[in-house]
């Protein structure tokens, strides 16, 4: 693309992922180049099935064993690896877009730093379009970003006590 | 699936459409038969091609030559169509997602009634989950969702006067 911009979706609310994942499709289906990157995530989600299928680049930088709380070393290592290929990537000029899933909960739970992630951004390309998504996106990062989106929860039906599902959760 | 819900993404902010293509994708890796359906739009989309390589399930409704405002005879007919197609695909059984995009702003147009939509919803088969987006959901239409999320902008770059990107906005 002529010029990339960075987004962030965040908020309590469903659909930030999924429509990180829709415009990775939507992108691609423009044949544009599109590297997806969840931190955090270690575990199969069935999105990766399709992006196999079309031959977009997915790449899960979470360890299997990890579970949101106080992360370990190993977590924090994996975390600093996945971040050291994102910065690749968003700043080596060969993208349309690059997708950081969950690259702020990354930081709230301390596995990467605000710093880390700015100084990230500040070295993108200027072609490339950046997507961070997850909850508890700081001040910092809105004010650096370009557009900001809050998926907000108005009303959710695990009140109903509704299992993740595969395929629509996961 | 054993149980499908309806769920809603509305609000002003990016990110609905794309959100229910990314959920669309998640269902199809994982085996799951998916219809989407586009209300209103009419133009081709670049999500379209990535469907078409996955084999997914994809109808748009829309007139080609409607612009947003008072809408005429022939895309009164051209809803009315679209609204009959997708009763049958969400009361058939047959679907373990449907998704009806931008089927609230079709209500606010005029295009269709709510009344059609919500009688639509009470025909759902139990197996299947459905997806209604766009801007303008009505309290009544919120009321019969179990999942309903706002999408709210809280920063966007249509200020600094970026035009829609082939690949990103479409």
């Known amino acids: 693309m002529e010029k990339g911009y960075v987004q962030i979706y965040t ?56 579970i949101i709380g106080k992360p370990g070393k190993d977590d924090i290592d994996a975390a600093l690896k996945t971040l050291e290929m994102a910065r690749e990537k968003v700043s080596s000029g060969m993208y349309d877009l690059v997708v950081l899933d969950e690259i702020n909960v990354s930081i709230y ?26 909850r508890y996106a700081t001040q910092k990062m809105i004010d650096m970003a370009d557009l900001v989106t809050e998926m907000r929860e108005i009303k959710h039906y695990y009140t109903k006590g509704v299992e993740q599902r595969t395929g629509i959760e996961v």
Chains 1, 2 share one sequence.
């Open 109 to 134: 739970l301390g596995l990467i730093s605000e710093e880390d992630v700015i100084d990230l951004i500040s070295k993108k390309s200027s072609r490339t379009e950046v997507i961070l998504t997850g």
């Open 11 to 66: 908020g309590n609310g469903k659909g930030k992922t999924t429509a990180a994942i829709g415009l990775s499709i939507r992108a691609f289906g423009a044949g544009l180049k599109v590297s997806f990157i969840q931190f955090v995530k270690g575990r199969y989600t069935s999105e990766m099935k399709s992006f196999e299928k079309l031959g977009i680049e997915f790449f899960q930088g979470g360890r299997p064993e990890f």
